[in-house]
């Protein structure tokens, strides 16, 4: 079996755990999110896999850095992992409708499939489900919470993430 470890970090929206496996990121959960996995699941407390992640993270809440450059280790089906891909794609500061994101993998019928896959992202913010919206403009679904998504959003529109409380 794979070595897992995991460490827990501070964020302007909650506490953050981290998990790797083999050393490289596969896992970034909030605090009461849906689909989180158990925590017996995340392996070790062990922060040492992790400075490159925690800096990148730092860099991204002071709003210095709107790409993630960390190595990944996304565990999913194909499908998920192919929309989990189309997110990395969405630049910072924008959104795209679960339509777009189907139709830019070539199933326009596709949106509720991806809505699914985009809800069973296992690590948010780096790979940015927060930037997906429904097709009439509105928030919809976060693993994290709309609340999280909305103070995301704002955020990466220029509100402080401490500013962004709602």
Not at 31 to 38: C, F, L, N, S
Not at 75 to 88: A, C, I, K, M
Not at 108 to 135: D, F, M
């Amino acid at each position: 079996m794979s070595r897992r470890q995991h460490t827990v970090v501070d964020s302007p929206y909650g506490p953050l755990t981290l998990v790797a496996t083999e050393g490289v990121l596969c896992g970034l959960y909030m605090v009461g999110q849906r689909h989180r996995p158990a925590e017996e699941t995340f392996g070790d407390p062990d922060p040492e896999p992790f400075p490159e992640v925690i800096e990148q993270l730092d860099a991204y809440f002071r709003g210095e850095l709107t790409e993630f450059t960390v190595p990944l280790h996304l565990h999913g089906t194909p499908f998920q992992r192919s929309v989990w891909e189309q997110l990395q794609r969405i630049p910072y500061g924008e959104t795209r409708t679960y339509g777009q994101l189907a139709q830019h993998m070539g199933n326009t019928g596709a949106s509720r499939a991806v809505g699914l896959a985009n809800g069973k992202n296992p690590v948010g913010i780096i790979v940015p489900c927060h930037r997906v919206i429904g097709s009439t403009g509105n928030l919809t679904g976060y693993g994290g919470g709309l609340d999280r998504k909305q103070r995301l959003l704002a955020f990466e529109g220029g509100v402080p993430a401490e500013a962004a409380l709602f």
